[in-house]
Each structure stands twice: as C-alpha cells, then as structure tokens.
C-alpha cells in the first residue's frame, strides 16, 4: 500500500487520464478507436519484427568481435532518433507544415535537417563513450606475459 500522497497522485491521474479520454472520443470515437487499433496492429505486425530485426543484426555483428556489451551503444542512439522521428513525423516529412504553420504562426521548415543533426549528434555522442570505454579497458588490462 502507499502512501496517501501517492494515491492521491494515482487517483488524480486517473482523473486527468478519464477527462482526456472523454474529451478526446467526444468528437469522432470510431476513428479514434480506429486510430488506436491500427497502431497497435502496425507495430504488432510490422514495426516489431523490423526493430527486433535490426538490433539483432547489431548484436551479431558487436558479437562477432566478443563484445556483445557494445550493442548498446548503437541501440540507445537508433531508439531515441527513432522516438524523435515518431513524434515528429508530420513535420519531419513536411506533410503537416501547412496545418503547424496556420496553428502556431511558425515556418514548418528545417524539421528534417535538425532531426539529422540530433540523429548524427547521438551517434556521434555513442560512439566517443565507445571510445573512451574501449581506452579505459585497454588500460586497466594488464600486460601481456610474454
């Protein structure tokens, strides 16, 4: 059991999570839960297997070298690009410029190139903590007896 101040906070955001709900299947609840259905059933069916595809590809290839450890530093940066992407995709893709630029009175341009430099500043970022980790073993390894 909590604490009272967390049941309240529970209980709140059960309240804030109700009041959305409503709000948001007030208008057109057939295409919201459409909505909801379809997206589950894309990253089920599609999204799944692909990601699942790729991060294997990775740690067999960081395996090959006996280091299956290093797939981390490709997974943290390929899944916070790709979070970015998801949540950003109508810009990024420019086709909710024209509904973002009559809504907040701001351009709708560069999405895509910032989204590459966070993307390539992530890998960048990965890859320098790659290195120095790799550095900092090589010198804690002792010597080689020969």
């Known amino acids: 059991m909590g604490s009272p101040l967390q049941l309240l906070l529970l209980a709140c ?60 530093y490709v997974r943290v940066p390929a899944t916070l690009s790709g979070l970015l992407l998801l949540v950003w995709f109508p810009l990024i893709s420019g086709r909710g410029a024209d509904h973002y630029e009559s809504t907040t009175g701001l351009s709708a341009d560069g999405f895509l190139t910032r989204w590459l430099l966070i993307t390539a500043l992530l890998f960048g970022v990965s890859a320098l903590l790659l290195v120095l980790r790799l550095r900092r073993a090589a010198k804690d390894r002792p010597p080689a007896v020969h």
């Open 13 to 72: 955001s059960f309240a804030l999570a109700g009041y959305a709900g409503v709000r948001l299947l007030a208008d057109d609840w057939f295409q919201v839960a459409l909505w909801f259905v379809g997206t589950a059933v894309v990253h089920d069916l599609v999204l799944l297997p692909l990601y699942a595809m790729l991060d294997r590809a990775a740690v067999r290839a960081s395996g090959a070298v006996g280091h299956r450890e290093r797939a981390v």
